[in-house]
């Protein structure tokens, strides 16, 4: 499918319209790709053909947001992050903020903001709060349920899956204990306003299809979205180039902080 400027400037335009969501700052090539196989598999000939198709109802328009960010994802993903996380970070998060409040920014289907709640549960009991959020509705159904397949588990400890995952149908469907402190919702990262007061936001594997300025632009905003002394847990190769003209420090690789004025528990720590 030949592909000319104008039919892309006249489809950004049109997803913009239609869902708030600016396909100017994510890198072109990887989504134009996308875009193109995407038309091809519903048979259109053209990009304004396919345009008119995916806005043209809510659930063609769910079905063009779920396919064009990728969703992959999994319960532990980079188990040794997490075991940083739980050793090293969260212990001086809970010293100050005894309920959490945390944000699983881009969390496709829930595990990571699942995983977040299993760690946080067995080992830091309290009334935490999670919120997850993305673009993708169907991903989001999915989180609110809590389901999962076995390559979703694969990585998950025994201690975790015995505690709190059970096996029913074929899939594995997470303790509904853990919803008690999940809660899902749509945002785009990209346009939406954000809560603040976060202690923790995991930001990971999302920001790849981002331009630099819309990457920049996003970490400026989750450092105004953290408490002081809140903390943003980055995936395992999105190190941020800005991070200290930003005001973050980097604490361990990939988890940057926003400092304490006066008392600053974490130096005090180490
Ligand atoms: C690869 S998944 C990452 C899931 C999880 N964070 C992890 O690391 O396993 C990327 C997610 O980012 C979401 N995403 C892409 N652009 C977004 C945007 N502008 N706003 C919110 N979410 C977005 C996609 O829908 C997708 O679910």
Known sequence: MQVSESDWAAHYAAVKQKTGLDLNQYKPNQL?????SMAESKQHKSLSEF?????????????????????????????????????????QLVKTSPRLKCWSAGCSYGAEA???AMILDRNFP?????????????????????????SDVKGVPNEYRSQYLTKLDGEWRA?????????????????DRFDSGFDLILC?????????EAKDLLYRRFFQALKPGGV?????????????ETGYESIIPFFYRKPMIGNDTWRNAS
């Open 114 to 116: 699942y995983t977040l």
């Open 232 to 244: 943003l847990f980055v995936g395992s190769t999105e190190r941020l180039g800005k991070a200290q």
């Open 204 to 212: 990971r594997n999302v920001v790849i299809y981002f331009t630099d």
């Open 51 to 91: 345009s008119s198709w995916a806005l043209s109802s809510s659930e063609n328009t769910a079905w063009f947001l779920d396919r064009l960010a990728i969703n992959v994802s999994e319960l532990f993903r980079n188990p040794e992050k997490w075991e940083e996380l739980r050793l090293k970070v969260l212990p």
């Open 126 to 150: 309290g009334a935490h709060r999670i919120v997850g959020t993305d673009i993708d509705q169907a991903a989001l159904a999915q989180a609110k349920e809590g389901r999962f397949n076995d």
């Open 175 to 191: 303790n509904r204990k853990l919803a008690a402190m999940l809660e899902f919702k749509t945002q785009n990262l990209l346009g």
């Open 32 to 36: 134009q790709r996308r875009i193109v």
